[in-house]
């Protein structure tokens, strides 16, 4: 069988790699993204909770040090909806791509086309596609639930595996030119070579890009994720709560289920989080990650060093194309 990882995500967007940068906030730095355009992939800057100053050092720092046809951006889109003000900065700058997750994307959807970038949306159930699509999105993401950060309830959410595929036979039936980026438990070239059997055009990789030199994730954290299984990780309410943010259901939180995660597990309709809060940020401030977070997904286990980035992305093409039998 020969499947080519030179596809159509990556020659729309000049890529070396169908590879893109999970835009994680808070992680997903300047540094980051354009060692990961340096490289051929497509470098998103973790615009996140749509924090302005943060945004524009972080963006001008990406485009100072990468071309900038590769450096796009993503926003969370519930957040957006409170203060856009750091989506029309970047879209000042004229990115390549924006990135929208967690909400309805077609209040930005012309916007974001006045100024010449691609949309991309992420999506963790096939019945969200439609309206993405309604949005001008080009390219989707398909979001298991084993992905690191927020992503949806297990209630609601999917499993990578599944997803994929059937977003892959939804789009071919529905809108063929709309391309497929597959996202959660990518970490390596087995995982990047699978998605492509399974009909994604390319991976939005999180995890492995989070624990790599140029992260902006403290150090302690991407420590603790060298030494942490797949087994390690939980998806719940928990950090989100002692962090004191106010998602909305259905989406909630993949990290490291730490000593204090456990102890709060079953205590999450509890009257007051006074205790917990202060103990986690006792936590943040003295770099323990017993207390504080480590927002990494069930890839953890694929997670055994802290290489450049650059050094991420040719592992898992090169291993991947030698998978799949050619470039």
Known sequence: MHIPLNTRF?????????????PMALAAGGA?????????????VGGG????????????????????????CGFIVWKL?????????VLEQKPRAIMLSFGDPRPY????????????????????VPMALEAGASVIIGQGGEAGGHGMNALHGRATITLVPELA????ANSPQTMLLAAGGIADARTLAAVRVLGAD??????????????????????????????????????????????????????IRNALHRKWESRLE???????????????????????????????????????????????????????GGD
């Open 169 to 172: 036979d939804w789009l071919a």
């Open 32 to 44: 980051l993204a354009a060692a990961c355009a340096r490289a051929g992939a497509l470098g998103l």
């Open 202 to 255: 390319g991976a939005l990789v999180g995890s492995r890009l989070w624990a790599t030199q140029e992260s902006l994730a403290p150090a302690g954290a991407k420590a603790q994720a060298v030494e942490t299984g797949g087994d390690g990780t939980a998806r719940s309410r928990v950090f989100d709560i002692l962090r004191r943010k106010d998602w909305p259901a259905p989406y909630d939180f993949r990290a």
């Open 81 to 89: 909806d409170q203060d856009a003000s750091a989506l029309d900065w």
């Open 109 to 128: 959807a012309r916007r974001i086309a006045a100024a010449g970038a691609e949309l991309l949306f992420q999506v963790q159930r096939v019945d969200q």
């Open 49 to 72: 909770y749509g924090e302005l100053a943060w945004t524009q050092r972080e963006y001008a720092l990406a485009q100072q040090a990468a071309d900038t046809g590769r450096i796009g």
């Open 10 to 22: 990556s020659q729309r967007f000049g890529l070396a790699s169908p590879i893109a940068l999970a």
């Open 270 to 324: 509890a009257s007051s989080y006074d205790e917990a809060r202060a103990e986690y940020d006792a936590g943040v401030k003295a770099g323990d990650f017993t207390r504080a977070h480590a927002t990494v997904g069930e890839a953890a286990g694929l997670i055994h060093d802290l290489p450049p980035a650059a050094q991420v992305i040719e592992r898992m093409s090169a291993g991947a194309a030698e998978i799949l």
